[in-house]
């Protein structure tokens, strides 16, 4: 029998305050198989790794069970250590008595209880672990980012520039995302286009990266290192091989629409690129408001492009790219103001979203850059612009802050004050949160400077009356009751992420939570990964951040994939289900349970035959085959069936 | 209204508010002050502490001050302050709580007598039987 | 079809526009309400102390005599006596151990009830399940130009759980109005408080309340008000005239149920409206219009 | 009282790191249930559960990934299957199939999970000591 050690970790008090150390110690000194035990205050800590692996040397043991806090901690803080002293660190196992025993139990003669008979099971599971070395696998040196808002660009450029290819793909025509709508951006006022276009420039001159826009991933399948990516070109009617960019069919096509790149206050052709920077500078046929496609008549676009570049017989196009990473930067939405009953559900013409108002603000967009209301394009003279609107509201919209709406709705007031001097801006919020470097000193500089006034309540309620619309709330800090005639009201809607990414995530398998962002794997410590290896996360649709937070995460998800590819092979982990050829009868039962193609039969031989690379342990052919041939390395039959007595019994 | 308070954890221990947080099983706390309910109550300028005030004295524990107010009379159980809170606080509960409170010491808010007598005719038997409901035990 | 029907105390007196013009009109569809053979008053404010037990007994007992008469449904008019039913069936149906003391309580009764016996349906819920091509199909008349302005109050949206359409931006009012061919105006005050029983003890609210709301159906370019609640016509109705006295340039505004307007498209002998209950005379605008 | 003795399966993505949760969360629930942590729940074979059951087992208990959140694309699918087919076989042998247990439980969900546990400790803990 192995002779293993066990190491009881304090945690300072996290674990000995509910778990009694002395009679855990007491419990295992005499269990089948455990030769040493010692607690230690923190067994993380230098000094405790020491000891571990001190103990290790001086009294020869063959495994360690460390039963302490979740092995999703320090499980490779141990294993690491175990290694050092020439261990395999197969033969290292976490016992979780802090997340799932101590922390969770009051009373420290249950806890205790628990804490017994789960490391008893871990030492169990211990003493049949086999030695195991990493399988290798290759890595395909190529990354996607999906998504080209500031994130994905940002992230694309600094993979690329590490000298790795980068697939990059975006749904919409160009790249830029939403901060190709804003106009100016805080905290320093400068503006949107002018800071993003030059990184959209690089983007299409970066040798390593290979663009994809108006393109959707479909499918993908496959594992970190080694991903298969399915990806829909949908249909542009318009050969962009061909294509020049010259702009003669968008000036001469005769049908105009609204511009979604305009939240819909200003129109775009029926061929178009969505705005004059547009990256690619060519344009896409949109065939449900085209003529020729409704009525079979028109063609003036494919008569007139020089290069004979339209083509209406084209179709959506699939193709396949091999990558070894992916940065998810599929950014944000806003929250539909048809959701806000009580702001008039989006009846009211005046009553807009912030990112229209981007637009108005714009000096590129329909009004360049002149504040005036859609109603009927005066110059608003009061202007009203509410924060939280459905954040922060459990109970009818979503519980978080949007984080950045306080902010862009202080810019957004300051602007327009720019904008009409003898205009005047007032903002209705809850709390400021300014939390950003410069960011308060803007706030301030919002109220000292624009003379914006502040109206701390929430609005309950606004109409319309006499052309102008009524703004009903409370102003907190006055007690008093607030009517406010406004000629023009900005709701600072909540960040919603993007549509389809969640169906999106599913097919990627990575988490989302209850809101629809994408789950890091850890809320501190791996902001920029997901739970799936291989996959990272950056901007908006990970949570609602601003420009600077969201460069930084997407600078950080490169980094990570530049760190990935440093190596040409991944070490795959070796907890893989093998084949005992004497047992297999050749049933295949196994074979059509596995997920990952990794089991075959070979009809010659009767048997069963597994691809290591492909296996990724998820042992589901163990419990599907009828003879136990099927056994996964280190949760073998036996060792869960020990497991299982271990816990029963006392 | 008094200008200056003690703020003391011994303010929440008083037995009104005790027992008004039994009668309403309102959670006080999950108030954050953002003044939709008083921005929502019909009631508001015939108030003398509008519905989030009233809140607010109860998360300290100024129990008297509500006691004193005339918002629970005039409150007029409408629902449209519990309807619009963002965080879920049942504000017309907490106002029903507060009559209770006043109610049980045995202290009656309307003399029946003392309405019009024309007015009595005339009324529709729900206003006075809610009415009478709200203000005598 | 048979429903059974809760008339609630008002409609017998002050409410009689409200009823006589409702039955007749559910008698079109086919539809014949049949008034329990004995109820109970509602209590028509809904008690919301967790303690106070008692004042749930009456309309419980309202509804154990619903589920008695054999109809699965219980259809009220009066917005408060729908609000209190309504909200005594989440009651029971939300809290078990409450629901029980109340089956103590009412152990010599020999019943029980749960909450699932019997529905609560008002009338606007009911017409809409009619469906605007049935409606349609019974109109009479014809208007134009006849802007009417549907006011909810509070009872039939709150609390949520028993609104019978959205707490914040409700239109069955509109849907079945404008299926009997009306025009509907925009009216942003049609949820708000009229002060309701605050008209017994301090009408000075009242009167701020309907003013308001007044103002606003008439800014709004109405013709009528029409509401489901006796207790709302009384306020937004009598009170007009004590703001006339005060102020000579506030314009009044008649005040109908909704169910009247419905009558009169319909074709139902104009009697049974009694416009004699109204304090402000409706009838001018309506032979105007050409629906009297 | 009766002190039942559970097992518990978990998945190591989803259901584990839900338990996790539930302790940095500092939530408490009942302490009968004893985990082991396996990569998936697929790997849950019918027998380990059977064994557990022989060995005093009173109760078992298997957590998952939600539909379509597998981290092998479709083992909790499979686990679905064989624990159907299981409930109605240790039905058949005596076993009152309330005493086993499948639920989808994600990392996110460490409220859930400790509502789960409780939830099913009342319960068996009402079906009492399990005798075979
Ligand atoms: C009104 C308003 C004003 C703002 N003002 C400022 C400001 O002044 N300063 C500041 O710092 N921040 C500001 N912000 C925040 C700023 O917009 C965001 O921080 C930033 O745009 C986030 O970038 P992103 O790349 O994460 O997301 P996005 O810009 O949303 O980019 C996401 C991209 O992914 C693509 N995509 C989505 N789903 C898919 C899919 N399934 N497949 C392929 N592609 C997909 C989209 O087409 C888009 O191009 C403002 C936000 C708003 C709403
Ligand atoms: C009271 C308090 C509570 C907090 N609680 C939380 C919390 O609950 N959650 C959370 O997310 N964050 C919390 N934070 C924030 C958190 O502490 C910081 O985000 C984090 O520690 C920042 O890490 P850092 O590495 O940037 O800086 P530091 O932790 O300050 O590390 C800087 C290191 O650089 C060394 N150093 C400095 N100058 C030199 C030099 N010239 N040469 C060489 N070495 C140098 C220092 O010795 C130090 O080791 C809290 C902060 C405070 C003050
Ligand atoms: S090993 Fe885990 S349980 Fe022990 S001290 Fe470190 S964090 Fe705490
Ligand atoms: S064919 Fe369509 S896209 Fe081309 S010019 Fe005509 S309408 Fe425009
Ligand atoms: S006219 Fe032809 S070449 Fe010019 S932009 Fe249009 S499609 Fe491209
Ligand atoms: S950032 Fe400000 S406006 Fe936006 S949700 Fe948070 S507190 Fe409200
Ligand atoms: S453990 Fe078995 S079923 Fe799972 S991936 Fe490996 S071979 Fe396939
Ligand atoms: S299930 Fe078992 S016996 Fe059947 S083929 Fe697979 S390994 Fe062989
Ligand atoms: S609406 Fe709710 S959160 Fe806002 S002040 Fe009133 S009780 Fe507090
Ligand atoms: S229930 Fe009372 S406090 Fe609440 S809004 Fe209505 S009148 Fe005001």
Redesign the pocket.
Known sequence: MKKIGVFVCHCGINISSTVDIEAVKEALKNYPGVTHIEDYKYMCSDPGQNLLKERIKEKGLDGVVVAACSPTLHENTFRTAVMLVGMNLYNCEIANIREQCSWVHKDKKVATKKAKLIIKSVVEKALLNEELEPVKVPVTRRAMVVGAGIAGIQAALNIANSGYEVVLVDKNPSIGGRMAQLSETFPTLDCSQCILTPKMVEVSQNKNIKLMTYSEVVDVSGFVGNFKVKIKKKVKYVDWDKCNGCGICIEKCPVTVSSEFNQGVGKRKVIYTPFPQAVPNKPVLDAENCTYFIKGKCQICKKLCPPDAVDYTQVDEFVEEEVGAIVVATGYDTYDISNMEEFGAGKIPDVIDGLTFERLLSSSGPTNGEVRRPSDGKIPKEVVFISCVGSRDPEHHFSYCSKICCMYSAKHAMLYKHRVPDGQPFIFYMDVRTGGKGYEEFYQRAQEEDKVIYLRGKVSKLYREDGKIVVCGIDTLSGKYVELNADMVVLATAIRPSAGVNEFARLLKIHYDENGFLTEAHPKLRPVESLSAGIYLAGCAQAPKDIPDTIAQASGAAAMVANLFASDHLLHEPLIAG?NED?????????TVCPYDA?K?NKEEG??EVNEVLCEGCGS?SA????G??QQKNFTDTQLVNMVKAILKD | MEKRMTVSSQNFKNEDIQKLEEISEVNVYSCYQCGNCSASCPAFEFMDMPPHQVIRAVQLGFIDEILEANTPWICAACISCTVKCPRGVDIAKLMEGVRQVILRKGIDHLNINEIDKKLREQLPQIALIANFRKTIL | MEISYFPGCTLKTNGRNFEGTALPLLELFDIHAKELDDWYCCGVSFSQSADNLMQQIAPIRTLVKAKESGNTRLLTLCAMCYNTLQRAIFFIKSDEDKRDIIHDFMYREGTKFYGDEVEVVHLLTLLKEIGSEEIKKRVKKKVDEFKIAPYYGCMLLRPKEVAIDSSNAPEIMEEILEAAGCETTYFPFKTECCASYQIVNNSEIVKARTKKIVNSAVKNGADVIVLSCPLCFYNLDEIQIEIKKEDKNFKTIPVLYFTQILALLMGIKSEVNNFSLHYIDPTPVLKRKGLL | MFDPKIIAFYCKWCTSAGADLAGTSRMTYKPNIVGIRVMCSSRVDPEHILDAFKNGADGVLIGGCHPGDCHYESGNYKTQKRITLLKKMINDLGIDKNRLRLEWISAAEGKRFAKVVDEFTDEVQKLGKLKI
Do not use: Q
Not at chain 1, 583 to 591: K, N, Q
Not at chain 1, 624 to 627: D, I, N, R
């Open positions: 084949v047992l297999c009868s050749g049933c295949g039962f196994c074979v089991r039969l048997i069963v052919c599907s085959c009828p003879s041939a099927a």
